[in-house]
Nanobody, 120 residues
Framework: QVPLVESGGGLVQPGGSLRLTCTFS????????MAWYRQAPGSQRELVAS???????TYPDSTKGRFTISRDNGENTVLLQMNNLRPADTALYYC??????????????WGQGTQVTVSS
């Protein structure tokens, strides 16, 4: 079974909304802080939101107030509700463990991501 699968991306107009779904397989994910990341062409991968196994969330300034992360360990999913989308949100979105530096230094597995494009 694929460890991480992202879905729900698509093309949306500025000001629109999308909801992304991350489906994971493995106890390492259900017992750990999870996060959404994104990467635009020519840019570094960056944090979108994170959520602990107990539901504590964090957001960077770029997404705070517009995005909402949630999880359901019983269904093995992490959701990302994105509202008031901007062209700058255009990127390939991934879910994974947190923090990013740990993933990068350990050669962690990454799914194929889901593309979000915000354009009029």
């Amino acid at each position: 079974q694929v460890p991480l699968v992202e879905s729900g991306g698509g093309l949306v107009q500025p000001g629109g909304s999308l909801r992304l779904t991350c489906t994971f397989s493995g106890r390492i994910f259900s017992s750990s802080t999870m996060a959404w990341y994104r990467q635009a062409p020519g840019s570094q991968r960056e944090l979108v939101a994170s959520i602990s196994r107990n539901g504590i969330t964090t957001y960077p300034d770029s997404t705070k107030g517009r995005f909402t992360i949630s999880r359901d360990n019983g269904e093995n999913t992490v959701l990302l509700q994105m509202n008031n989308l901007r062209p700058a949100d255009t990127a390939l979105y991934y879910c994974n463990l947190y923090p990013l530096r740990l993933l990068l230094t350990t050669g962690a597995y990454w799914g194929q991501g889901t593309q979000v494009t915000v354009s009029s």
